[in-house]
């Protein structure tokens, strides 16, 4: 069985200040992907990013990071210089090798306050 | 514009009665989901369907019933059978997985079902 947890439920921050959710899983599978996926208030999941197992670059995508450590089975999302319009609910999700097994954790709502 | 249509976006329905919600995607996708979200949980497999005819159930299948007649259509019936069927439901569809790429899920907006 696979699991993640996202331990945060609830963040709030100042507009401008960084954020970091963190997202820890567990896989018998060597070969997996990563997913995080942000829920706006209209209830729509929209995907942010897809990370191979077998690729532990860290990547940057504007304001957004994310920090894939194997060893510890963790994969962060940090937010810098967060802004109102980001305050979300944000899940980390996990996809088996079979691709056919999707599992999210718990989710973390954001608040950015202005 | 290609993507996934759910309707109705909100109903209501008194206990024992049967409810269908729709699930509708142009994006030429073969495997569709189903999904439940309680509040301040995360998303819940109810079944998936990863080509037209056939269909597997996920983690939480009882009280539920779908069919996958056509490529593009996986609608899920709530049925009388569940037994807390209030929550927002969630479809999404993904692309091929090929050359041990990962396919992408795209969801719809939600149906929120609420029982009286």
């Known amino acids: 069985a696979q699991k993640v947890t996202q331990a945060q439920t609830e963040i709030s921050v100042v507009e401008k200040e960084d954020v970091t959710l963190d997202c820890v899983y567990e896989t018998r599978d060597t070969t997996y992907y990563l997913f995080w996926y942000k829920q706006p208030p209209s209830g729509e999941l929209v995907f942010l990013i897809r990370?191979?197992?077998?690729?532990?670059q860290n990547e940057i995508s504007g304001r957004y990071s994310w920090n894939f450590q194997k060893s510890t089975s963790s994969f962060n999302f940090t937010i810098t210089a967060s802004q109102v319009v980001d305050s979300a609910v944000y899940f980390c999700a996990l996809l088996n090798n079979a691709g056919n097994m999707l599992t999210f954790g718990g989710g973390t709502r954001l608040m950015v306050k202005p | 514009d290609g993507g996934i249509t759910q309707s109705p976006k909100y109903l209501f329905r008194k206990e024992g009665q049967n409810v269908t919600l729709s699930c509708e995607q142009n994006?030429?996708?073969?495997?569709m989901y189903w999904y439940r979200q309680d509040p301040g949980q995360g998303l819940r497999l109810i079944y998936y369907?990863?080509?037209?005819?056939?269909?597997q159930k996920g983690d939480i299948a009882e009280g539920y019933s779908v069919s996958r007649e056509k490529k593009e259509s996986f609608p899920l019936t709530v049925t009388s059978a569940q037994k807390n069927p209030t929550a927002f439901y969630l479809c999404a569809s993904s692309t091929p997985s090929s050359g041990g790429g990962a396919g992408e899920l795209f969801f719809g907006e939600g149906s929120r079902l609420t029982v009286l």
């Open positions: 369907s990863q080509i037209v005819n056939d269909f």
């Open positions: 990370r191979n197992s077998f690729d532990e």
């Open positions: 994006l030429n996708h073969d495997a």
